[in-house]
Structure formats: C-alpha cells, structure tokens
C-alpha cells in the first residue's frame, strides 16, 4: 500500500450564520441545476463565524437530506465547535490558505489553488428587453459565476475547474474546459454556444453531458449545444 497526496475538486458551502435554511437552500439550488451530476457529491461546509452555536449533527443531516455526502468541516473553529465535530464524528478539515471569496455562498473550488481575481471587467445591460451579462478576461479554476434571470457572455477562456451558469443562454468566445451550465432554473430552451467546446461538463435546464459522453467529431471546435426531444444535442457552429 502506498500513501499519496492528491488534490479533489469538491463543493465548498460557506455557512455564515446559525440560520441553516441557507445551506438547505444552496444545496437544494445546486442540485436542481444538475440533479444527476450532483447526486451523491462530497461537499465541505465552511465556517466563518467562530462563535456560531451550530448543531453540527444538523448539519450532516441537511447534507444527507439535499442528496450530498458531507466530506468534513473547515474554518476558524472554536475548541467548542472542535469537541462538538469530534462528538458527531464529521471530519475537520484544515483551511486553505486561500482566501475565501465573500460574494459567492457556495463555490466548486480545487484543493491548493488560490482564489484569483474573477474577471478583468463585469457589466450588465439590457438589450432588446434581454439582459445579459458580460463577463471579459478569462474565468480561472476554482471559480463561480452565476448570471441570475439573465444570458451570460463569456468573453474569454472558462479553464478546468471554473463554473459558469446562467438562467437563460450561454455565449463563450473562448474555450470552455470547465463547466457549464445554462437554463439553470429549468429552461430547455436555452443553449451554449461556444468557439472551443472541451467542457468537463455542459448542462441545459439539468440535462447534462460529461467529457467523457461527448463526441469526438465536436471536440476542441465551435459548437452550440441545446435540447431536442429533451435529450442534448451538439452541432457545429462551422
């Protein structure tokens, strides 16, 4: 047997307050955006306040509830918060030293990689009564963005372990090699359109294809990719 030292991708939910809808709530709203995808996934819950009276049995039961596996815990804890996790059996994890974003609640970050600026530029408006949401400069591993009711552009790269999602369509004028996710709240109209399609996952309104169920003929060329008959289809864009 031999011990080796190996970097996860895992869900990191940070829980900032005693109030634990928020955390049914988060998991609740990811596992709508890819019910398959997400079934059994590990998930870590971060603490940011030390002096949070959670019940941490509740914890892992809401975990267990919304379909995840709590994998452990991680933050500043209290000696407290400690004895508590030792009682109840949940794992702690050391914390990153990374940087913990504070705008997003619920991030997909690997192991060992730092939290990097998201964008170059970030802008909103509405065209023709669509909003879209414009996103410039390459989206890095580790990171989150969410176009809420609204289109996203993504003009750039989306690297391996970054996630983009959208409520309505999803433009990339770059490569997609991480993950992306369109018609997150249910619209099997919605699409993806990219100019390099190498995805680790691609999703409409929870309908989803790994990397490994693509075809080849489509790998690493300018397609979009939608649902037909509610299953999804990817053609070229040639």
């Known amino acids: 047997m031999t011990l080796k030292s190996l970097n996860f991708s895992l869900l990191v939910v940070v829980v900032e307050s005693e109030d634990l809808s928020q955390l049914t709530d988060e998991l609740n709203k990811r596992r709508i955006m890819a019910p398959d995808f997400f079934q059994n996934a590990p998930v870590v819950v971060h603490i940011e306040n030390e002096t ?7 914890v892992k039961a809401i975990v267990l509830e919304q379909g995840f596996i709590l994998a452990g815990v991680s933050g ?14 949940i794992a702690i994890l050391k ?12 991030e997909d970050k690997p192991a060992e990689v730092p939290i990097e600026e998201v964008v170059e530029e970030t802008a909103t408006f509405i065209a023709n009564e669509v909003k879209t949401k414009i996103v410039t400069g390459r989206v890095r591993s580790g990171q989150q963005i969410y176009a809420k009711e609204c ?31 369109a018609g997150a709240m249910g619209d099997q109209t919605a699409s993806v359109f990219c100019r390099v399609l190498a995805p680790e996952l691609v999703s409409i309104a929870g309908v989803f294809k790994l990397s490994e169920s693509l ?19 990817i053609e070229s864009l040639n």
């Open 52 to 58: 949070s009276n959670l019940d941490f049995a509740r």
């Open 76 to 89: 500043e804890l209290s000696d407290s918060q400690k004895e508590s996790l030792h009682t109840d059996k």
């Open 215 to 233: 075809p080849t003929e489509h790998l690493g060329k300018s397609c979009i990719v939608s649902l037909r008959n509610g299953q999804p289809v």
């Open 151 to 181: 289109d996203l552009v993504i003009n750039g790269d989306v690297s391996a372990g970054a996630e983009i999602i959208s409520d309505g369509n999803i433009h990339i004028y770059g490569a997609l090699r991480g993950r992306a996710i």
């Open 95 to 106: 914390r990153s030293k990374r940087q913990v974003s504070k705008e997003v609640v619920i």
